[in-house]
């Protein structure tokens, strides 16, 4: 069994690349290619999918 992540290292999925380089590259703004957005929450962890690219991970023109 694959140990499970901290919540620390479940959120640091996340892109932290700059909506507007994203945007550059043709990817979403929001979830920078991902299609989706780690969060965690009291030791939940959730991947949500991205509202804006609808999962995709494309920028939208």
């Given at each position: 069994?694959?140990?499970?992540m ?56």
């Amino acid at each position: 069994m694959t140990p499970r992540m901290t919540d620390q290292q479940w959120e640091a999925q996340n892109s932290n690349l700059g909506p507007d380089e994203a945007t550059a590259r043709g990817l979403c703004w929001c979830c920078v290619g991902n299609g989706v957005l780690y969060t965690a929450f009291g030791g939940i962890q959730r991947a949500v999918p991205c509202r804006e690219c609808r999962g995709d991970g494309k920028a939208k023109r």
